[in-house]
Structure formats: structure tokens, C-alpha cells
């Protein structure tokens, strides 16, 4: 899979890029260009994972990691006990723009019934 022209790949090849405002050796955080609430982070995978159709056994330890970073971010950002959302979007009819998998962090605001 070619991952020249994914900009979260130069983001995760670039460990100077100014961006992240958290990287590990297997995930890094940026706050979305287009943020839809007062906290709206990216938790991103390093490595290329088009999107949720590529998950299977053998990324259960990614998975994970994204979860334990995004409440430790939801903690950094004060809305652990505020309340926040994490969303993952998979393809075309839910909205996802950028095909690099990443978990959208929400809070800050009293967010609106899914669906
Ligand atoms: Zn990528």
C-alpha cells in the first residue's frame, strides 16, 4: 500500500513537525483543523491503517494504546469527568475525510444523542 501522499504518514515520519501535541513510538495527537466542540484531538496511528476494514488480530495492540492515549489526552484536556466521546469513523457514508485511521476525541460541550 503506497502511503506517499497520506499526510498523517508525514506527520508520524516527521517527529519534528509542530503539529502533534503528543507522539509515543506508536501513536501521536493532533487537534482537528475543523474542531466541532472546545476539545476535538486526532489520536493517530503511526503506522498506515486505511481505516477499521484493515483491523484485525493483529492490531489489537493498537487499538488499545489508542484508547489508554485518548483518555490520558481527555485528562490532559480537563474533560475526563466532564464527559467526552471517542468516534471512529469507517468509510465514505460515516464522513471519514482522511484515509488513515484515527479516533476522533470530542468534549468540552454537551454533546448531542448519536445517530
Ligand atoms: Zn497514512
Redesign the pocket.
Known amino acids: 500500500m503506497s502511503?506517499g501522499g497520506?499526510?498523517?504518514?508525514?506527520m508520524?515520519r516527521d517527529s519534528a513537525h509542530e503539529s502533534p501535541i503528543y507522539r509515543d513510538e506508536q501513536v501521536f495527537v493532533v487537534r482537528d483543523i475543523n474542531p466541532v466542540a472546545d476539545v476535538h484531538l486526532l489520536v493517530i496511528p503511526n503506522?498506515?491503517?486505511?481505516s477499521l476494514a484493515y483491523i484485525g488480530p493483529g492490531q489489537v495492540p493498537i487499538m488499545g494504546h489508542m484508547f489508554v492515549v485518548a483518555e490520558e489526552m481527555a485528562r490532559r484536556e480537563g474533560v475526563t469527568l466532564s464527559g467526552y466521546r471517542l468516534v471512529l469513523n469507517q468509510g465514505e457514508d460515516s464522513g471519514q475525510a482522511?484515509?488513515?485511521l484515527h479516533m476522533h476525541l470530542i468534549g468540552g460541550r454537551q454533546l448531542g444523542a448519536l445517530g
Open positions: 502511503t497520506c499526510i498523517f504518514c508525514a508520524a503506522i498506515h491503517l486505511a482522511i484515509e488513515h
